[in-house]
């Protein structure tokens, strides 16, 4: 019997077996798609959480009979962990020992110190030993758990088990000719893997830039652009357009060749040599004012891998990881100006200053902040560097937040460091720390000066939610805790003075919260539905859309994709106006990611990608819905995309529109639709 016969056997025996919900391909690839949005967060909650349960399994394998005393430490460190971490009542909010003092030196002092987060660096001396302790830590705790079995494991399944002046981009967009990545604040710009000026398609496509003329509506034949390569495997990650500027960026591979050096042994070693690989990500600058010849203008490149970027006005910031090594020289040696790049990392191929850069208390992940002026794009303006474990982001219109979680053996809480921007140039400005986790990416957000911020904590018996709010200068001025337990928080958006987030556990609490009087915010509103919001994004000012799962109501059971659209005219009492289940649709990459939809209230229009499973394998369709009082979503377009392409890359599809016609791109091809005439596909 040969391979297919043994496969053609084992598929007819499976169809009579029914699949576990949970091991559907729908809920594997919405597990994969989640992972993939979350999973440095969990590799950083992982590693955090590791280290605490590896030591406590040393100290109980270790030390026997020197436990009691041994333990008394422990608790003393842990209690003063928590002090050092404990979120003031909004009572005593803004008591603390600088509230007095005076505005230019309490700035002066945090920046030489983000709160209990990071200590500005004096010298590179002090960066070498802080790596080299931090090294050494890891090394012992390496050894001292090497015969506990599992741990590491254990860890890993507990900790991924849980868990500004602008408006947000929810708000009412003005109507345009064409469509918009879809952003997280209103005013900053993101990149994306397709981009229109309603003139032109630029579509990043591994090495190339397409750019697609769709002035008379058919796109012609594509001119391609090819930055400038170091390797074969360099790659387009991602791309602006601002009127006749184009900025594409770019990963890359800079391949070296060391030789040893003999100063590192009694022996020699100076002909041995190592090859070694590290990640450049580059942000290259052209002038388009000739689609048809691209004019190189500058290129920003800074070590480490791309981890995101924004764009206000002129100003690129560009944020990159980068994982820092603990030299093998000596100190000397290490930190002399030949020695200094061989360790820290570069920016336009000069070393990070050393009093650019922030250290933690442990940690080893560099994230690099530069930024560059589009329009003069020579020189950066500005680069600070932040060593931790790994932090997440989120840009407002006028300051860069970095969050993450720690977790003790009996809590769980968010640190928040701030630092302003203003025409490139990036100041620290404070950090503090809330109860729980971030756990929705739209779940903080700065307006007016307040930072909001929603929070699930996951270190109770039964995991609650939280609302904090934090003033200007990082100070906590109100709360409220306890919210849904036994919930997390899937979804949340803020549209000014209002907040809306979901919880779900068989069915869908939509909250609506009052921040009018930050130091005493309310939830006014709590609507329960069935299913569950993974993204929220406002249809004008008084109805909100939710993409997510309709679920069974007792069972949890998952019967389809489901859009809703939520009547806000009252906050204190919101409706579902109307539903749409897709029952025949298992998954779609807007759950996730959020820049995969298209929203569009003026225009009337809602696009995703839909993936689903059958017996024959999996189908994929691109579809358009509009939306009307009265009569509902309706289906406009259900276009069926062919070839495993879009069934492996769903995510690398968009849909936008220009003008009267709307546009699908994804794997090097651009399909053509006639709005005015019903979607009518256009051959080219």
Not at 55 to 75: F, W
Not at 197 to 208: L, P, R, V
Not at 570 to 582: H, I
Request: aromatic residues 10%; proline residues 3%.
């Amino acid at each position: 019997m040969d391979e297919r016969e043994v496969l053609k056997r084992l598929q007819e025996d499976a169809k009579g077996i029914e699949v576990p919900q949970e091991l559907a391909p729908q809920e594997i690839r919405g597990m994969l798609d989640n992972a993939r949005q979350k999973k440095k967060r969990h590799r950083r909650h992982i590693r955090r959480y590791t280290r605490r349960i590896a030591a406590a399994a040393a100290v109980a394998l270790c030390l026997g009979a020197a436990y009691a005393s041994e333990n008394t430490r422990v608790e003393v460190l842990e209690d003063k962990a928590v002090e050092q971490t404990k979120v003031p009542s909004s009572e005593t909010a803004g008591e603390s020992a600088d509230a007095d003092m005076p505005e230019t030196d309490r700035r002066a002092a945090n920046k030489e110190r983000l709160g209990e987060m990071y200590t500005l660096a004096k010298d590179y001396g002090v960066v070498y030993e802080e790596l080299h302790r931090t090294r050494k830590m890891e090394e012992e705790m390496r050894k001292e758990t090497s015969s506990v079995d599992g741990v590491f494991d254990m860890a890993a399944a507990e900790a991924t088990s849980g868990g500004s002046q602008q408006t947000e981009n929810s708000a009412p967009k003005e109507e345009s000719s064409y469509s918009k990545t879809n952003l997280m604040t209103a005013g900053v710009d993101e990149s994306d893997i397709v981009k229109t000026d309603g003139s032109y398609i630029y579509a990043a496509e591994a090495a190339q830039v397409k750019i697609y003329d769709i002035r008379t509506g058919l796109p012609g034949k594509p001119k391609t652009l090819t930055p400038s390569k170091k390797n074969a495997s360099d790659k387009i990650l991602e791309l602006y357009v601002d009127k006749d500027l184009l900025i594409v960026i770019v990963q890359e591979a800079s391949i070296s060749l060391d030789r040893g050096d003999d100063s590192l042994a009694d022996y020699a070693v100076k002909d041995i040599y190592s090859m070694n690989s590290d990640v450049v990500t580059a942000a290259y600058v052209y002038d388009i004012h000739d689609r048809k010849n691209p004019v190189p203008k500058g290129c920003m490149r800074q070590d480490g891998t791309y981890h995101t970027s924004r764009k206000i006005g002129n100003y690129l910031y560009l944020f990159t990881d980068y994982g820092m090594r603990a030299p093998m020289e000596e100190k000397e040696a290490a930190v002399s100006r030949g020695g200094v790049s061989k360790w820290i990392p570069l920016v336009n191929d000069t070393a990070v200053s050393a009093d650019c850069i922030y250290l933690p208390e442990t940690g080893t992940n560099g994230l690099i902040m530069a930024s560059l002026d589009i329009t003069s794009p020579e020189k950066t303006v500005d680069t600070k560097m932040v060593v931790s474990d790994y932090v997440d982001i989120y840009v407002s219109g006028s300051a860069i937040f970095l969050y993450d979680t720690e977790y003790t053996s009996n809590q769980c809480f968010t640190r928040i460091a701030k630092f302003s921007m203003d025409k490139g140039s990036i100041q620290a400005v404070d950090a503090a720390s809330v109860n729980g986790s971030i756990e929705d990416r739209f779940a903080i957000n700065e307006y007016q000066g307040y930072l909001r911020v929603l929070t699930t904590d996951w270190s109770r018996d039964e995991q609650e939610n939280a609302v904090y709010v934090l003033d200007s200068d990082m100070r906590l001025v109100g709360e409220i805790s306890g919210i849904a337990r036994g919930e997390q928080i899937y979804s949340a958006r803020f549209l000014r003075n209002t907040g809306y987030f979901v919880t779900y556990r068989n069915t869908d609490p939509l909250f609506t919260v009052d921040f009018s009087e930050p130091a005493n915010p309310q939830i006014i509103g709590e609507l329960k539905v069935t299913g569950f919001s993974e993204y929220l994004h406002f249809w004008g000012e008084d109805k909100l859309l939710g993409i997510g799962y309709e679920t069974d109501s007792q069972s949890g059971q998952r019967k389809g994709i489901k859009l809703s659209m939520f009547d806000l005219s009252d906050p204190k009492a919101v409706a579902e106006k109307d539903r749409l289940v897709l029952e025949d649709i298992d998954y779609s990459p807007a759950l996730y990611n959020y820049k995969a939809v298209l929203a569009d209230q003026e225009k009337n229009l809602i696009g995703l990608m839909l993936l689903k499973y059958g017996e024959n394998g999996e189908s994929a369709f691109y579809e358009t819905f509009s939306y009307q009082e009265g009569e509902g979503f309706v289906k406009k377009l259900s276009e069926a995309i062919e070839g495993s392409g879009a069934l492996g890359g769903a995510e690398s599809y968009r849909g936008l529109y220009a003008g009267k016609y709307f546009y699908i791109s994804g794997s090097g091809k651009v399909l053509t639709f006639d709005m005015e005439n019903g979607f009518l596909k256009i051959e080219p």
